[in-house]
């Protein structure tokens, strides 16, 4: 969710917005949670990829805060994300339609799951479950760091340690990226021998070769929802936090196609 | 140039950093300059994409400025940037010394041709020229938007009209990202019969397959100066606009190995 589209959306609210960037780094985040702009900031609006959900409660009780993403959050706090299980039973479902039946799950972190991995390596299997297929915790490639080059090393290596999947469901579109480039390297085609499917639908996603069938948020409803609950908050609401689920959907290109 | 590897630069000088982005438009960018920080903001680093140099200089000349990038910089104030002719003639030459004979240029404006974007294309015809080639006006491949799908869409048509190279220097690494894929797309191979080059070394670069070998700009020497030109601007010093130059370097992958 970089800053044009929230700043767009923003200022239709007639409010500025001040990006911080937190590198994904807990040490970022809290710069920015324990961080004061004496009275130029009238709420937060924060996705937090690290920092866990008491912390996040323990700053900033003075300024109305929405979280986005899966992080837990605090029952104090308003929040809006999108089913993370749903989507990616959804986006397994597709692959399981496809015929594809060795199906595995790339780019979790190999320590310290996040709450973002977790609720999608559940959906994964409710989908195998669902399909009488076996959950083989031989078919999660776990990666070293959630980037794309964390996933060529990692899918990297477990190919040539004889992995054997028709399918890859990867974590987000970063290690879709890093999964094509380590199968392109090993001369797998995609999709016909394994098929590929990513998460977020960044702007790459249409571009790569193969191009990427993603789970696709809907960035302009969740920025919708996230304003106008922080609005009513600055308007003065102060009751429980209210947590809402925003739409998505599949967007079904090249790496992972119909059948 | 993004936040987080900035945040920490100034950091270390006992700054703050606030982000604005402005999607490369030009109601953005003036959006930016014009905005009133009440007293927070102490000087301001921007890159501007589009904004003229004497619009540049209309606006705050209340708070210190330093400029990164190709824009033209008002004599009045700091800029850091990379020479751009050099580093597009070393990348060409790059291509040249591999073999290359028919070198196309891909991604930038189809018209009002940004200052970047001329900067690079004269130094692609200066490395040309220097080896006796010619530089050919068929051999440029304008896009319609500087971005990776405006170049698979350029690319795509000028391949289908015809285009003969065997190898394109892009704008950019999103450029060039485009370009791969419709080189894909038509089964052309890279590096064997075109060899691609980007421009940035963005994280992506070494992720693409194949991976891309590109100009890459010393971003921590340019935020280093950046920083401390902006320094004695908030301590004083009132002089004429510093103009700089930092270093690069080109960086070879597989898009366009050494021969």
Chains 1, 2 share one sequence.
């Not at 044009?4 to 807990?26: C, F, M, N, P, Q």
């Not at 799951?113 to 390596?121: D, F, G, K, M």
């Not at 040539?160 to 199968?183: F, H, K």
Request: some cysteine; hydrophobic content about 40%.
């Amino acid at each position: 969710l970089r800053g044009a589209r929230g700043s767009r959306a923003a200022e239709k609210r007639g409010y500025r917005v001040l990006l911080e960037e937190t590198d994904a780094t807990i040490e970022g985040e809290r710069a920015v949670m324990s961080s004061s702009e004496a009275g130029m900031v009238d709420g937060m609006i924060i996705q937090p990829s690290v920092m866990s959900s008491s912390e996040i409660a323990r700053h900033r009780s003075d300024i109305p805060i929405v979280l986005l993403g899966e992080t837990p959050a605090p029952l104090t706090i308003d929040r809006v994300m999108i089913d993370n299980v749903a989507a990616a039973r959804e986006v397994t479902q597709h692959l399981i339609d496809a015929g594809r039946r060795r199906i595995g799950f790339v780019g979790h972190e190999s320590s310290a799951l996040s709450e973002t991995s977790r609720q999608r390596i559940l959906g994964y299997q409710d989908a195998l479950l669902g399909a009488g297929l076996s959950a083989d915790p031989a078919l999660l490639v776990a990666s070293d760091s959630i980037s794309a080059l964390g996933s060529v090393e990692a899918v990297g290596r477990a190919l040539d340690a004889g992995l054997d999947v028709d399918a890859l469901v990867c974590r987000d579109d970063l290690a879709a990226i890093g999964t094509l480039r380590a199968l392109q390297e090993r001369g797998v085609r995609v999709p016909d021998d394994v098929a590929v499917t990513g998460w977020d639908d960044t702007r790459l996603s249409a571009v790569t070769f193969p191009s990427l069938t993603t789970v696709s948020p809907d960035i302009d409803a969740i920025l919708e929802r996230a304003f106008a609950l922080l609005d009513e908050r600055i308007h003065g609401y102060d009751g429980i936090g209210r947590h809402e689920l925003a739409p998505y959907r599949i967007v079904v290109r090249e790496s992972a196609p119909e059948h």
